[in-house]
C-alpha cells in the first residue's frame, strides 16, 4: 500500500471527524461535533501558513487513513515553537508505521519552517503509552501543563 501525505482539503471533512470520534473515544475525551464543525474551516490552511492539517491518504484508494495537527507559534519568550496535536491512525491501519512515517513528515514540515523545538502535549490518561511512542523520535517530557476546564 502507498500512502500520500497532504494538506487538508474540505471534502476531508467526514473522514476527519470520524478519525477525531475514534481518537476521543480512545482517549476517552468527550467529542463535540458542532464545535468541530464550526472550527473546519479553520483547518484548511494555505500550504504556507504557519497551520496545517496532515492527512494521511491511502494513494491505491483516496481513503482518508490518518491526520494530524500542525502549528508554529512565536512564543512570549521569543522561541519558534512547533506544535504536533491530535495525530491518529484509523484502527484497521494501526501497526503498520504510517504514524510514525506521519511524524517523520510533520517534522520535516515544522523544521522546514524553521521552528526552534517542537513539542507535543500528551494527556497524563496514556502518558505511559504516548512517551514510549513519542521517545523513539527524540522527545523527551519537559513541561508539565495543568488546566482549568469550564
Same mark, same amino acid.
Given at each position: 500500500?502507498?500512502?500520500?501525505?497532504?494538506n487538508?482539503?474540505?471534502?476531508?471533512?467526514?473522514?476527519?471527524?470520524?478519525?477525531?470520534?475514534?481518537?476521543?473515544?480512545?482517549?476517552?475525551?468527550?467529542?463535540?461535533?458542532?464545535?468541530?464543525?464550526?472550527? &473546519?474551516?479553520?483547518?484548511?490552511?494555505s500550504?504556507?501558513?504557519?497551520?496545517?492539517?496532515? $492527512?494521511?491518504?491511502?494513494?491505491?484508494?483516496?481513503? $482518508?487513513?490518518?491526520?494530524?495537527?500542525?502549528?508554529?507559534?512565536l512564543?512570549?519568550?521569543?522561541?519558534?515553537?512547533?506544535?504536533?496535536?491530535?495525530?491518529?491512525?484509523?484502527?484497521?491501519? &494501526?501497526?503498520?508505521?504510517?504514524?510514525?512515517?506521519?511524524?517523520?513528515?510533520?517534522?520535516?514540515i515544522?523544521?522546514s519552517?524553521? $521552528?526552534?523545538?517542537?513539542r507535543?502535549?500528551?494527556?497524563?490518561?496514556?502518558?505511559?503509552?504516548m512517551?514510549?511512542? $513519542?521517545?523513539?523520535?527524540?522527545?523527551?517530557?519537559?513541561?508539565?501543563?495543568?488546566?482549568?476546564?469550564?
Open positions: 500500500m502507498s500512502i500520500i501525505f497532504r487538508y482539503k474540505e471534502d476531508d471533512y467526514e473522514s476527519t471527524t470520524e478519525l477525531m470520534r475514534q481518537l476521543s473515544k480512545a482517549y476517552q475525551v468527550e467529542f463535540d461535533e458542532a464545535k468541530w464543525k464550526k472550527a &473546519s474551516r479553520l483547518r484548511y490552511f500550504p504556507d501558513s504557519r497551520g496545517q492539517t496532515l $492527512v494521511a491518504e491511502n494513494k491505491e484508494t483516496g481513503e $482518508v487513513i490518518g491526520m494530524g495537527f500542525i502549528s508554529a507559534k512564543e512570549s519568550t521569543g522561541l519558534y515553537v512547533g506544535y504536533l496535536n491530535d495525530f491518529t491512525i484509523r484502527k484497521e491501519y &494501526s501497526g503498520r508505521g504510517i504514524g510514525g512515517e506521519m511524524a517523520l513528515k510533520a517534522i520535516e515544522l523544521e519552517w524553521k $521552528v526552534n523545538r517542537i507535543i502535549n500528551i494527556l497524563m490518561a496514556v502518558k505511559d503509552y512517551l514510549a511512542i $513519542v521517545e523513539k523520535f527524540g522527545f523527551r517530557p519537559n513541561y508539565i501543563v495543568a488546566e482549568k476546564i469550564y
